[in-house]
């Protein structure tokens, strides 16, 4: 057994708080460790002046839920392995058969998409690609129905390339879509449901629906303004 850290953690939390100059910000972190009582703990910071999107205080706690971000690629990884506990050599033309794929898209190899490969632009830095495709599963798959004859891509497999696209793709492939009128939301939502209740993530929700306002928190810009709610 080594040394608590908690207090030490708390501290580091407690002056980032304080340096940031609007002060509308929470941190709640989690410590997994043997050194830690009950080897789990949860550490709050700030909350003080947080709304939510009702523009009302918001309590910071263990229950509190914020919006994430590129972590759901890890659960996206962990929906396809779900599926098939291994990557191999599929392709996604066998995965997704609601459409016809051109011949670049469905012999895309999975583990090209898994391991940001897949060849397609880099869409975090500077805009998405293709425009608006990657909002939602039902936006992609109304892309696949008749996409470009020819994509911007490189030789799959060949170099890194964050693309949120290639994610969606995969995506889909652990759906399995075999017809254009499958619930893509609602079979996803079952999914990710699935993969974070075994992990022992049980407070979840999505997509997002209106009865979550009161405990959502509002987003802020870093100079401490609000972000308008449909940001």
Known sequence: MGTDPT???QTRLNDYVNSQPSRHIGVVAGIISPD???SQTLLFAGGDNLWNTQYKPLKLDGDTPFEIGSITKVFTSQG??????SYDDFKLGQFITAVELPETLYDLKIRELA???????TDNRGGWWPPSVTQSLPNLLDFLKDPPTKLPQNTPGTCY?????????LALASLGVSTYSDDVVQAWTKLMSEVTSAIGI????????ASMDASLPVGYRHDGTILPLDH
């Open 7 to 9: 207090n030490a953690v």
């Open 36 to 38: 830690v009582p009950n």
């Open 80 to 85: 396809w392995y779900s599926r098939e506990q």
């Open 115 to 121: 391991n940001y490969s897949p060849g397609f632009p």
């Open 161 to 169: 390339s964050y693309s949120n696209f290639g994610w969606g793709l």
């Open 202 to 209: 049980s407070a979840n929700t999505a997509p997002y629906n």
